[in-house]
């Protein structure tokens, strides 16, 4: 997979909490710091899907036990 160089500014607490965690823990930094963006990307696009859903009708979970054959059985 092709890397590139990411450069940001954070403050330095965040750094020094940064470095500390990954020294403790005998984590790389580069796959913390990648991780971590990954995951804030997925969060990002859960929320999308979120807003997209939350608008769907929705029915009672006793019509759907009922459809399924589990009516008064849970």
């Keep these: ?3 590139t160089q990411l450069a940001a500014r954070i ?3 965040v750094k020094s909490a940064l470095d500390q965690v990954c020294e403790t823990r005998g984590l ?3 796959r913390f710091v990648e991780d971590a963006i990954v995951d804030k990307l997925e969060e990002l696009e859960d929320l999308e899907d979120l807003k997209a859903v939350r608008h769907e009708p929705t029915r009672p979970l006793s019509d759907v036990l009922k459809d399924l054959g589990l009516d008064g059985k849970l």
Aim: hydrophobic fraction near 45%; charged fraction near 35%.
């Design 1 to 3: 997979m092709a890397q």
């Design 11 to 13: 403050d330095a607490r």
């Design 28 to 30: 790389k930094m580069n």
